[in-house]
């Protein structure tokens, strides 16, 4: 399943709304798609699994949402830390696969 | 606190072989799906292959399929990448990640690989 981030890069300020968009090729099973967030020199961090389910000690303002073959990650009001890079994966069929990434950046 | 550890990167010349280890801490290796992801400078990861629980059953992604094998030692809580036949394209820095099913949870902070003559 190839997976296609956009946009490449959002420029947008503290306390904005970010909507990341992730495509997939085919329909994902079970919406089996999450989001990453990775800070340079940082191993991704998980954020979001099937599709919607936030991971342990991520706060309520990211959240996922889609299905079948769209997808969506929203930041509803960025903080300082959230300027990153975004990957989604899908973690239903092997091979497993990221998109190439949105990088959110600090206008 | 869970936390993974990976050694072994270095640099290799093309043909080369190289181990990687995982170290794991803060769970039981034995209750989760583990897998090897790497991240080639300036790119984004890159799924590399998983292992089940008792190590029963191990997938791949195509480009490594025949050079690198997975495996895994529960009672040292311990996951392995031997990799063989190394080529340019696989410099990366690689990491290892607890599988909460087919998720990668945790991720250790990465071992890079080079190689190159």
């Known amino acids: 399943i190839v997976l296609a981030q956009s946009p490449g890069t959002l420029s947008l300020s503290p306390g904005e709304r970010a909507t990341l968009s992730c495509r997939a090729s085919q329909s994902v099973p079970k919406n089996y798609v999450a989001w990453y967030q990775q800070r340079p020199g940082q191993a991704p961090r998980l954020l979001i699994y099937?599709?919607?389910s936030r991971a342990t000690g991520i706060p309520d303002r990211f959240s996922g949402s889609g299905s079948g073959t769209d997808f969506t990650l929203t930041i509803s009001r960025l903080e300082p830390e959230d300027f990153a890079v975004y990957y989604c994966?899908?973690?239903?069929?092997?091979?497993?696969?990221f998109g190439g990434g949105t990088r959110v950046e600090m206008k | 606190e869970v936390k993974l550890v990976e050694s072994g990167g270095g640099l290799v010349q093309p043909g080369g072989s190289l181990r990687l280890s995982c170290a794991v801490f803060g769970f039981t290796s034995s209750d989760y799906w583990m897998h090897w992801v790497r991240q080639a400078p300036g790119k984004g990861p890159e799924w590399v292959a998983n292992i089940k629980q008792d190590g029963s059953e191990e997938y791949y992604v195509d480009s490594v399929k025949g050079r690198f094998t997975i495996s895994r030692d529960n009672a040292k809580n311990s996951l392995f990448l031997q990799m063989t036949g190394l080529r340019a394209e696989d410099t990366a820095v690689y990491y290892c990640?607890?599988?909460?099913?087919?998720?990668?949870?945790?991720w250790g902070q990465g071992t890079l690989v080079t190689v190159s003559s």
């Open positions: 099937t599709a919607s």
């Open positions: 990640a607890r599988g909460s099913g087919w998720v990668s949870d945790y």
């Open positions: 994966h899908q973690h239903a069929y092997a091979p497993l696969t």
